[in-house]
């Protein structure tokens, strides 16, 4: 059977590498990473790219080490296909930029750039993202090959993250690239904008993102920052762009999410409402407003009729926070004679050691600090998506965009009336008592969202297996 194309659009920090690593690791005949479209969303844009890249230097160097030991170099995926790398939004569509480096680290991935940077390729990188300088001499011609042969696991693009995902689509044939959403839905918002039958080639859009019957994910950052700094005003700036002091920290703690958003819906909820939008057979109709405060460009609106609906995956908080890597299941597996002297597993455990020591001052309730899974569910759908045991529940979800307390809330009608299936041919018009029309099935979208995966239990050890090539 042919492999599942994908095109994952991440933000690169702590779970999204551990999601990266695991697409990376699938046989050659399971996945098909086609691309990694980078958006803003736990660190700016640029500290994701660095943190890719890194990824690919970091699996060169495991599979170099595991050929010298005379096991599989494993990650057959690239064997296959080098994925391109397609940097994309810096900021959201309407909303004031807003981070987590509280807890990803400044970096995304706990600091580590600067804490170990001896483990971070060195930054002549960047010249693969840039414009070739015309008459180049041969010395300087030598020094960019060897720098291409140095970062040959993924091909550098200087186009727009959202333009190479049409041009994707365009390519393949329709219904068979999925994309798996795991950061800010802004890329694709911006894609689907500017060709939206294009993007609607999509088999699916696998989202990582929200909280449909559980509370959001705001952390108590004051068990971990003094309170003494937490009086302090709010301007209006780009928190990212603020030094690595206590202010920040404190900035960071007030601009935190609603009580009821999670944080990816939560980083560009216009983005989000307008994926979600296209689940309706009238996508106007549940298009977010536009923001009379926002002093950005906004996106038009799609055309009144479109010639299919987009099938959405949502994976939730629900589903994601109950999928965790115990901090005993991972010291266990690094500690195997076969994994201990890996170099992945060295680069991995420094900034997961900083991510379950943060955890457990986050819960100091809990005897056992854990990360939760949220990104690596999706690629485990992705390459078990014909598993039965994947339930899902359909309904319409809609994602407010303008709420005081509310902004990036997944909303549900719970008053339990009944859904009809309106008349094609009638008109559209709002019914008397159904204001939103919640009650008419061609006025509201139509989103699957995850409630039940092969075994909550057992992907943790799946991940480990894969990734290090000791099983699973």
């Given at each position: 059977?042919?492999?599942?194309?994908?095109?994952?659009?991440?933000?690169?920090?702590?779970?999204?590498?551990?999601?990266?690593?695991?697409?990376?690791?699938?046989?050659?005949?399971?996945?098909?990473?086609?691309?990694?479209?980078?958006?803003?969303?736990?660190?700016?844009?640029?500290?994701?790219?660095?943190?890719?890249?890194?990824?690919?230097?970091?699996?060169?160097?495991?599979?170099?080490?595991?050929?010298?030991?005379?096991?599989?170099?494993?990650?057959?995926?690239?064997?296959?296909?080098?994925?391109?790398?397609?940097?994309?939004?810096?900021?959201?569509?309407?909303?004031?930029?807003?981070?987590?480096?509280?807890?990803?680290?400044?970096?995304?991935?706990?600091?580590?750039?600067?804490?170990?940077?001896?483990?971070?390729?060195?930054?002549?990188?960047?010249?693969?993202?840039?414009?070739?300088?015309?008459?180049?001499?041969?010395?300087?011609?030598?020094?960019?090959?060897?720098?291409?042969?140095?970062?040959?696991?993924?091909?550098?693009?200087?186009?727009?993250?959202?333009?190479?995902?049409?041009?994707?689509?365009?390519?393949?044939?329709?219904?068979?690239?999925?994309?798996?959403?795991?950061?800010?839905?802004?890329?694709?918002?911006?894609?689907?904008?500017?060709?939206?039958?294009?993007?609607?080639?999509?088999?699916?859009?696998?989202?990582?993102?929200?909280?449909?019957?559980?509370?959001?994910?705001?952390?108590?950052?004051?068990?971990?920052?003094?309170?003494?700094?937490?009086?302090?005003?709010?301007?209006?700036?780009?928190?990212?762009?603020?030094?690595?002091?206590?202010?920040?920290?404190?900035?960071?703690?007030?601009?935190?999410?609603?009580?009821?958003?999670e944080f990816n819906t939560y980083a560009d909820s216009v983005a989000s409402a307008r994926i979600f939008a296209l689940t309706s057979p009238n996508p106007h109709l549940t298009m977010p407003p536009t923001l009379p405060t926002s002093t950005k460009d906004q996106l038009p609106p799609y055309p009144k009729h479109l010639s299919r609906q987009l099938t959405l995956k949502?994976?939730?908080?629900?589903?994601?926070?109950?999928?965790?890597?115990?901090?005993?299941?991972?010291?266990?597996?690094?500690?195997?004679?076969?994994?201990?002297?890996?170099?992945?597993?060295?680069w991995i455990t420094l900034f997961l050691s900083a991510t379950f020591a943060k955890n457990a001052a986050l819960n100091p309730q809990h005897s056992t600090s854990s990360l939760q899974l949220h990104d690596p569910l999706t690629i485990?759908?992705?390459?078990?998506?014909?598993?039965?045991?994947?339930?899902?529940?359909?309904?319409?979800?809609?994602?407010?965009?303008?709420?005081?307390?509310?902004?990036?809330?997944?909303?549900?009608?719970?008053?339990?009336?009944?859904?009809?299936?309106?008349?094609?041919?009638?008109?559209?018009?709002?019914?008397?008592?159904?204001?939103?029309?919640?009650?008419?099935?061609?006025?509201?979208?139509?989103?699957?969202?995850?409630?039940?995966?092969?075994?909550?239990?057992?992907?943790?050890?799946?991940?480990?297996?894969?990734?290090?090539?000791?099983?699973?």
């Open positions: 059977m042919a492999p599942n194309k994908i095109i994952i659009d991440t933000d690169p920090g702590i779970d999204d590498i551990l999601a990266m690593l695991l697409a990376f690791s699938a046989k050659r005949e399971e996945l098909d990473v086609l691309m990694l479209s980078l958006t803003f969303g736990n660190v700016e844009v640029r500290n994701c790219l660095r943190n890719v890249v890194t990824l690919f230097h970091h699996i060169g160097k495991e599979r170099a080490w595991r050929k010298e030991k005379g096991r599989p170099q494993g990650f057959e995926t690239l064997d296959a296909r080098k994925p391109i790398v397609a940097v994309g939004a810096e900021e959201p569509l309407a909303e004031h930029m807003m981070v987590a480096d509280f807890f990803h680290g400044v970096d995304g991935l706990g600091g580590i750039h600067d804490s170990h940077p001896h483990l971070s390729p060195e930054e002549t990188w960047k010249s693969l993202f840039q414009p070739t300088p015309e008459n180049l001499s041969t010395e300087e011609a030598a020094a960019l090959q060897a720098v291409k042969d140095e970062h040959s696991l993924f091909v550098p693009s200087l186009k727009p993250a959202w333009e190479v995902m049409l041009d994707l689509l365009r390519e393949h044939e329709a219904d068979t690239i999925t994309i798996v959403a795991i950061g800010p839905l802004t890329n694709l918002a911006i894609a689907a904008a500017k060709d939206p039958e294009t993007f609607l080639r999509v088999k699916e859009v696998v989202v990582m993102g929200g909280a449909v019957e559980e509370p959001g994910n705001p952390p108590p950052l004051d068990l971990i920052y003094a309170p003494s700094t937490l009086s302090l005003p709010v301007p209006n700036f780009n928190l990212i762009k603020q030094p690595n002091t206590p202010i920040r920290h404190s900035l960071n703690l007030r601009n935190q999410m609603t009580p009821g958003a949502l994976f939730p908080l629900d589903i994601t926070e109950r999928h965790l890597l115990p901090e005993p299941t991972y010291s266990s597996y690094v500690s195997d004679p076969t994994v201990s002297q890996s170099p992945l597993a060295t485990w759908y992705a390459l078990t998506a014909d598993d039965p045991a994947w339930t899902f529940t359909h309904e319409d979800i809609r994602v407010e965009t303008s709420g005081q307390w509310t902004r990036g809330c997944l909303v549900v009608d719970r008053r339990g009336r009944p859904v009809k299936a309106g008349d094609a041919d009638l008109e559209l018009g709002e019914a008397v008592g159904d204001a939103g029309g919640w009650r008419d099935s061609r006025r509201g979208n139509w989103v699957g969202w995850c409630r039940g995966s092969p075994g909550e239990g057992m992907f943790a050890g799946v991940l480990l297996g894969r990734v290090f090539g000791v099983g699973g």
